[in-house]
């Protein structure tokens, strides 16, 4: 399949970052969008400089630029509304070859778009998730883009933002880094270094993944 979405990790944290589409080159499978450092945002680059580098996953493959862009946007809009806090400046689905958004579609990305400082890192507001879910309120999948969105979910890596963290001290499990970091107080990153066993402890208090 010519088209495909992929993720960016931080290398040391491995923390979810960034969602992309590409093409695959075939000349050069090498020389993909997913690897490639060019032509990044400035917040990506800062991401990519703090944490000494990045690594990519690619999701899924798709037959058409069209498929590529929807899954592109449906992963951006979801991971956002999670809290998630993507280095992406839009939502996606640029670049489409030959496309032309209806004027129904430009007034959703329109309403949606209004506000957005998210990329500056504030706070999503409920206000600004609602109009988040409006972008593709009502937008029809095929029973074939379904079945592909499916598949393309099974056996993603799975970040280890998303992981279950044991305080050990506490004996607290927290279902994420995230939520472990929110209620400790502690650096997401030392406790990930924690849960690794680079690092003892962080705050006077011992964390490891849940099942390791």
Not at 158 to 169: E, Y
Request: hydrophobic share 30%.
């Amino acid at each position: 399949m010519k088209y495909y979405t992929y993720a960016h990790y931080t290398a040391d944290t491995e923390e979810l970052f960034y969602i992309g589409k590409g093409t695959q080159e075939t000349r050069r499978p090498q020389a993909t969008r997913a690897a490639s450092k060019a032509g990044r945002n400035t917040y990506w680059n800062r991401k990519v400089k703090k944490h000494n580098g990045f690594t990519y996953v690619v999701l899924a493959r798709w037959k058409t630029e069209k498929e590529a862009h929807d899954h592109e946007i449906f992963l951006i809009t979801t991971f956002k509304e999670l809290g998630f806090r993507l280095c992406n400046l839009t939502n996606g689905g640029e670049g489409l070859s030959g496309w032309k958004h209806t004027e129904e579609s430009k007034k959703r990305m329109s309403i949606a778009a209004t506000g957005n400082t998210y990329c500056l890192g504030v706070k999503l507001s409920a206000e600004r998730i609602e109009k988040l879910r409006a972008l593709h309120k009502g937008v029809p999948k095929t029973t074939e883009h379904r079945k592909n969105l499916s598949i393309a979910r099974t056996g993603i890596k799975v970040p280890s933002i998303w992981k279950p963290i044991n305080c050990i001290t506490t004996g607290i499990i927290y279902p994420s880094l995230t939520e472990a970091a929110l209620q400790t107080g502690c650096d997401p990153s030392h406790i990930v270094k924690c849960c690794r066993g680079k690092l003892n402890k962080t705050k006077k208090m011992e964390f490891a993944y849940v099942g390791n």
